[in-house]
């Protein structure tokens, strides 16, 4: 159980387009989805929390309007990058806390590669 | 505001060598969690354990095991007798109770067990 899926695994587009990565929990219902970008070498860092039904929390220096998250639902997260640019292409992991369960408790997805040219 | 130190950037070692990867962590809450993550190429997150703060008993896992000091703020992790399946990078990660419990990340630590 705990299963966090995301599609796409990896994802190419040019420079001034937008592209939506989702994050779903697949056996479980998530209350808290947060998302983290992780360049080459480099560690994991957060970028936002989302609840479900309310507005996403951003970290500092993470701009809000060019990564657009949505948690509609208990299962659901996505990511938007819009307008990319090559310095976008990184690695985004998201991770899921299930409803109900110890604060801790996180399960992370696969991750998404993206490419920007 | 939580903090983890992998002060170790990279490490090489030879199969079936013991290796410690370091952990230190900073935190002003008296609650909060430890982890361990295992990152091969595939980029793929692999969770190996978590502590939380009350519990500072050393844990072993077949050939992996942990060792919690509250007071050094320390959280190292040794693998014994290395096999060249091991190598990925290793991230020690701190979650806070009243901070939301988002997941702080070290820098990690290459490891690389050559044959």
């Known amino acids: 159980g705990a299963v966090v899926s995301q599609h796409p695994s990896w994802v190419i587009c040019k420079s001034g387009t937008s592209v939506k990565i989702e994050c779903r929990s697949l056996?479980?219902?998530?209350?808290?989805m947060f998302w983290y970008r992780q360049f080459p070498k480099q560690s994991l860092m957060l970028m936002a929390t989302?609840?479900?039904?309310?507005?996403?929390?951003?970290e500092q220096g993470v701009e809000k309007d060019k990564f657009l998250i949505n948690h509609a639902s208990l299962t659901l997260s996505t990511l938007t990058v819009t307008s990319a640019h090559p310095e976008d292409s990184s690695f985004y992991i998201c991770?899921?806390?299930?409803?109900?369960?110890?604060?801790?408790?996180?399960?992370f997805g696969p991750g998404t590669r993206l490419t920007v040219t | 505001a939580q903090k983890v130190t992998q002060a170790q950037t990279e490490i090489s070692v030879v199969e079936k060598e013991d290796v410690t990867l370091d952990c230190v962590y900073e935190?002003?809450?008296?609650?909060?969690?430890l982890f361990w993550y295992k990152q091969p190429p595939s980029g793929e997150l692999v969770f190996l354990i978590r502590?939380?703060?009350?519990?500072?008993q050393n844990e072993i896992s077949g050939r992996y095991s942990w060792n919690f000091q509250k007071s050094t703020s320390s959280f190292n992790f040794t693998i014994t007798a290395s096999q060249v399946v091991d190598s990925a990078v290793y991230f020690c990660?701190?979650?806070?109770?009243?901070?939301?419990?988002?997941?702080?990340f070290g820098a990690g630590t290459r490891l690389t067990v050559k044959p």
């Open positions: 989302s609840n479900e039904g309310s507005k996403a929390t951003y």
């Open positions: 990660a701190l979650s806070e109770e009243y901070n939301n419990n988002d997941m702080r």
């Open positions: 502590r939380n703060s009350f519990d500072e």
């Open positions: 935190t002003r809450d008296t609650t909060y969690y």
């Open positions: 056996d479980f219902q998530a209350t808290t």
């Open positions: 991770s899921a806390r299930r409803q109900g369960a110890l604060s801790y408790e996180q399960y």
